[in-house]
């Protein structure tokens, strides 16, 4: 368990399962940089973090902007919106204020762009679940990634194949976090969509020229 100085931004995961570079730059060295995409998922976050309002659809109330936490992985964070869906069985499941009956919360976060090749989406959803599970003393099976260019909604299965990714990234957070360390450039393929690469600049790493060679260059 962690205690409250030790707790490291939620949001870093997605970060560090896309690179751990990255990850360093921002949250060691507290480097960052917008681009497109980085501005229009401000935007689009911006139209659904109001935590001022809450929502009753049908069985369903839904929560804006809701503060996560968990001590066991060492994460806090904001889930976008968590939705709280009535159910008969009171096993695993919360009682809400002012509401009848019993309620299972589903966090569900809102990305700008489309399904990505990696997990980086899935990590981040499955770790605030995490949270809710922590926090509520109950067990999640479910949540949903809510895609603003293809507005696509894909439910995600927390198994424990995904669970185990959590775990192992936030460690690695908190190794990198201790030691102050920000990994080495590599130059990859997501490099070029990254708001980040004119501070990374990967392409130092590609070719090492020699001193010689190098003043050379200089001199041409």
């Known amino acids: 368990m ?8 939620l949001s870093g995961i997605q970060h560090i399962a896309f690179c751990e570079r990255q990850w360093a730059l ?4 507290r480097q960052w940089a917008d681009n497109l995409r980085t501005v229009e ?7 659904v973090n109001n935590p001022f309002i809450f929502e009753t659809r049908g069985n369903e109330v839904i929560a804006r902007s809701v503060s996560i936490v968990s001590y066991r992985l060492g994460l806090y964070g904001i889930a976008d919106i968590v939705e709280f869906e009535k ?5 695993n499941a919360i009682k809400i204020p002012h509401k009848n009956g019993y309620y299972i919360p589903y966090p569900v976060e809102y990305k700008r762009g489309k399904e990505k090749i990696d997990d980086r989406d899935e990590v981040q959803l499955c770790a605030q679940a995490i949270c809710l599970e922590e926090m509520f003393n109950i067990k999640i099976n479910k949540a949903y990634i809510y895609y603003g260019e293809t507005r696509h909604r894909t439910e995600v299965v927390l198994n424990d194949n995904l669970r185990d990714r959590v ?5 690695k ?7 102050g360390i920000t ?11 990254c708001s980040l690469i004119d501070i990374c600049m990967p392409n130092l790493n590609e070719k090492k020229l020699k001193v010689s060679e190098y003043i050379q260059r200089a001199i041409d």
């Open 87 to 91: 159910t008969e069985n009171k096993e």
């Open 173 to 179: 957070m908190h190794d990198l976090f201790k030691k």
């Open 41 to 47: 998922g401000q935007h689009l976050h911006n139209k």
């Open 26 to 29: 921002i949250h060691i060295e």
């Open 2 to 9: 962690y205690n409250e100085d030790e707790l490291l931004a």
């Open 183 to 193: 990994p080495k450039a590599e130059k990859k393929k997501g490099c070029k969509l």
């Open 167 to 171: 775990e192992e990234l936030s460690q």
